[in-house]
């Protein structure tokens, strides 16, 4: 009998995970939906942005559950999320338009599948260089070893075009962060290019360089200036404030805003949750990313963003009673 038993568990066990099988996806086999979020290099703040968002929708959209994707930046998530390998991710407003409307990179290849959720900081773009140098401007950096950002980053990207407009060309070394970093301490490389954390302090990568090496800040005149807007429109310049680094004088840039970026493909409903739960747990980003103290996502959002949002992120924004501009709406 011992055998007949045995045969008759087997089927009741078989019965019960065939009825199992049969259940809705949101019944009692319900799994949470797996998202990829790209984000940057681990040594940059902004990869601590973007852990932190993770954790804030996770927590508060309890049928997602977003990884933190380390990549090189806007330029890279922007790709990896059209050939589908991410499904959100940091991006820059002006890459993103650049993509949307198949100009640079994407001349010709228009990508229009990715809506902005929200923009989070105008991160300015410090040229940094060794004081022990004798680069004294941006123009004396033509020729010289010179790291332009983290590769296949929007600062790379946004680097190469402000020298360009300005007719510099430096023996450019690619690379990422951390290699930038040993090769200015070890004199291989005059400097490099690095997003900073807002307008009130240098990046935690520059901070850590400037701890044992004197650095120097590059700023642009307002010529320079005027001369890279009239070939590159989308690109925005920024006062920097005196005493940044030490008693540096205060100085203009260019700033990119940085934002986050969603397949088109992700529902209204998932998208709009996700935004409200970004929003609504504001304080637990500031905590870890205490640059962005008294942003407003949504008015900076729509106050600077150029490219259409996600129907998900206009439905919020509507509902706590903001006005879409007409530009933000997808056609």
């Known amino acids: 009998m011992k055998p007949l038993r045995i045969v008759a568990a087997a089927f009741v066990f078989a019965s019960i995970t065939a009825a199992i099988g049969l259940l809705p996806v949101d019944g009692w086999a319900a799994s949470k939906k797996l998202l990829a979020m790209g984000s940057t290099q681990s040594s940059s703040s902004h990869y601590a942005y973007f ?20 990549t090189g930046a806007s330029v890279d998530n922007i790709n990896r999320i059209k050939k589908g390998d991410l499904d959100l991710g940091m991006t820059t407003i002006h890459l993103q338009y650049q993509a949307y409307h198949g100009l640079e990179a994407w001349k010709d290849k228009p990508i229009k599948d990715q809506y902005v959720m929200w923009v989070y900081q105008p991160a300015p773009q410090n040229f940094v260089v060794r004081e022990d140098s004798g680069v004294k401007t941006v123009y004396d950096l033509a020729g010289k070893p010179f790291n332009p950002g983290i590769r296949g980053s929007a600062t790379e990207k946004t680097v190469e075009a402000i020298l360009d407009a300005l007719a510099v060309t430096p023996n450019w070394v690619r690379g990422g962060t951390e290699d930038a970093i040993a090769s200015i301490k070890d004199k291989r490389v005059v400097g490099y290019v690095k ?3 807002g307008v009130d302090s240098l990046d935690a990568s520059t901070l850590d360089l400037a701890t044992f090496t004197s650095i120097r800040l590059l700023g642009f005149t307002e010529e320079d200036i005027a001369k890279v807007k009239a070939k590159y429109p989308y690109l925005s310049p920024i006062a920097m404030p005196k005493g940044i680094y030490k008693d540096s004088p205060a100085y203009k840039t260019f700033a990119m805003l940085i934002g986050t970026v969603v397949k088109k493909d992700l529902s209204e409903d998932l998208v709009y949750r996700m935004v409200k739960a970004a929003c609504e747990g504001f304080d637990e980003q500031v905590a870890a990313y205490p640059s962005i103290k ?3 996502l949504p008015q900076l959002t729509l106050e600077t963003c150029n490219v259409p949002l996600h129907p998900g992120a206009i439905k919020y924004y509507k509902e706590i009673g903001h006005k879409i501009p007409e530009n933000l709406i997808p056609k």
Do not use: F, Q
């Not at 968002?53 to 997602?64: E, F, G, L, M, S």
């Open 51 to 70: 852990v932190a968002v993770a954790k804030v929708i996770n927590a508060r959209v309890p049928d997602v559950n977003i990884s933190v994707v380390e």
């Open 195 to 197: 997003s900073g954390a």
């Open 294 to 296: 008294g942003v407003s």
